[in-house]
């Protein structure tokens, strides 16, 4: 199994909001999708086992309602 890190950064520094496994084969897609999930409070971004896979920034409500409906 890989182990995915979720940062976010409040602007106190990057700190962990999810860590653990994640099963075989999780599509870059999924992990994409939380990662954005999570930017709704800061820049975030995902690393997968020990590498960045992903980063975004901050996104505004208005962005996060048309992209998942909040």
């Not at 976010?8 to 939380?34: C, N």
């Not at 086992?49 to 208005?62: I, N, P, R, S």
Request: aromatic share 8%; hydrophobic share 40%.
């Amino acid at each position: 199994m890989a182990m995915l890190k979720i940062e976010t950064d409040r602007g106190y520094g990057w700190q962990v909001r999810a860590e653990g496994e994640v099963p075989a084969g999780i599509s870059l897609d999924t992990i994409k999708d939380q990662t954005m999930r999570c930017a709704l409070n800061g820049p975030s971004r995902a690393w997968l086992d020990g590498e960045l896979v992903f980063e975004c920034k901050k996104l505004t409500a208005k962005q996060g309602k048309a992209l998942f409906g909040i």
